[in-house]
């Protein structure tokens, strides 16, 4: 495989034995390559400006800068990284914190090592990184929030439905399957969905749709 086809991917965590496990298994993969694996949040931007990851596998609990603290800086320097939460806990405001910061997804570290795989390659072309009970408790947590001011943002009846599936936790491709459309024609739907929230990644259409109850 060419390396213009490879996945460059970064790990954030402050366990070595995590670190190096995850190397060793993104290492394994044919289109996957790991370019940097870091013990905390500390320089973060400039880690990730210096090793150019396509996906960024981060820890939430970590010392000195913690993988929240992290992603919000990431976010404000780039926002259209793609940056998928692993953390040991289902943690509800955790999970609320990460995608309100602009996160990805969010993965459990007990989660099989094909799913994590899976999640990075995924994430590459938008698809969600977060299971269907961590997208019902995000879901729960914004309807019980105050009510947003309205704004009209001109969505189409099938982009609220392709949006709809987004913040179900479903990938494109069982998105295409659900709708009898074509993986393209998801695709195109969702830069559309980016473009009129005015949007650079998953985890800030999901959070916008669900804060403003745009479905």
Do not use: W
């Not at 709708?179 to 695709?187: G, L």
């Amino acid at each position: 495989m060419s390396a213009s086809n490879l996945i460059r991917v970064a790990i954030f965590d402050d366990s070595t034995e995590r670190r190096e496990s995850l190397s060793y298994l993104i290492g394994m993969q044919e289109n996957l390559l790991c370019v940097g694996a870091f013990v905390d949040g500390v320089d973060a931007v400039a880690n990730v400006n210096s090793c150019k990851p396509d996906v960024i596998l981060m820890d939430i609990d970590m010392p000195r800068v913690n993988g929240i603290e992290a992603v919000k800086a990431l976010i404000a320097s780039n926002p259209s990284l793609t940056i998928i939460m692993q953390t040991v806990f289902e943690d509800d405001q955790n999970l609320f914190d990460s995608i309100a910061a602009g996160a990805s997804g969010y993965l459990l570290k007990k989660d099989d090592p094909s799913k994590i795989i899976a999640a990075i390659q995924d994430s590459v072309v938008g698809g969600a990184s977060m299971s269907p009970g961590m997208a019902m408790k995000v879901i729960r947590y914004f309807k019980t929030t105050a009510a947003p001011e309205n704004h009209d943002y001109a969505l189409t009846d099938k982009e609220k439905i392709v949006l709809n599936h987004l913040v179900d936790g479903l990938s494109y491709k069982m998105i295409a399957g659900k709708e009898s459309i074509s993986y393209h024609t998801v695709n195109s739907h969702v830069r559309k969905i980016y473009e009129k929230l005015h949007v650079h990644s998953l985890g800030e259409a999901v959070s916008k749709a669900l804060r403003e109850r745009l479905l």
